[in-house]
Antibody, heavy 124, light 106 residues
């Protein structure tokens, strides 16, 4: 069974850092691009970042560029999101999502499988 | 920046057809996909590459994309289809989600 399990969320003060992890199982992890998508409470979905199968191509939403860093460890079947300089507006449920393609920027790609999400709350 | 606009809400009677639109500049030149999200659950892909259905998605879900509008159609809507629906496309290597539509089955 294909499964994505996020972890690392929690309550953090503005300006501090947090690292999210996503453990993948049930598929060949290094055959697919991966993404982080977030959803603020009561709001819609927002793409945060994507990374290609070999980490060769990486992209970020303008709202997080320069503050967040996506990475992956194919040997550990894991995806990460390092979040620095956190703001109140980063408060959201963060989902890990499996792409259908190798490269995250492939315009024919889509989010095939989603995890259950990990909640990040930025508040003093 | 690129935007995808959806109606905030759509109401439909059981057994009838619900149509949800997603509007964006020259959206027909891109691939559109659709996600269903029920309360407290993660999104689920229901349509990809404009009109393809993933395995396990009922045939009553269909999609089209032309001009500036992509459309998700639910034929013979059932109570279990009540959910939020989001369209999504790619623009300049950035993932773009629509504003979301709440489908209510009355």
């Amino acid at each position: 069974e294909v499964q994505l399990v996020e972890s690392g969320g929690g309550l953090v003060q503005p300006g501090r850092s947090l690292r999210l992890s996503c453990a993948a199982s049930g598929f060949t992890f290094d055959d697919y691009a991966m993404h982080w998508v977030r959803q603020a409470p009561g709001k819609g979905l927002e793409w945060v970042s994507g990374i290609s199968w070999n980490s060769g191509s990486i992209g970020y939403a303008d709202s997080v560029k320069g503050r967040f860093t996506i990475s992956r460890d194919n040997a550990k079947n894991s995806l990460y999101l390092q979040m620095n300089s956190l703001r109140a507006e980063d408060t959201a449920l963060y989902y890990c999502a499996k792409d259908s393609r190798l490269d995250y920027y492939d315009s024919s790609g889509y989010f095939e499988i989603w995890g259950q999400g990990t909640m990040v709350t930025v508040s003093s | 920046s690129y935007e995808l606009t959806q109606p905030p809400s759509v109401s439909v009677s059981p057994g009838q057809t619900a149509s949800i639109t997603c509007s964006g500049d020259k959206l027909g030149d891109k691939y559109a996909c659709w996600y269903q999200q029920k309360p407290g659950q993660s999104p689920v892909l229901v349509i990809y590459q404009d009109s393809k259905r993933p395995s396990g998605i009922p045939e009553r879900f269909s999609g089209s994309n032309s001009g500036n509008t992509a459309t998700l159609t639910i034929s013979g809507t059932q109570a279990m289809d009540e959910a939020d629906y989001y369209c999504q496309a790619w623009d300049s290597s950035t993932g773009i989600f629509g504003t979301g539509t709440k489908v209510t089955v009355l």
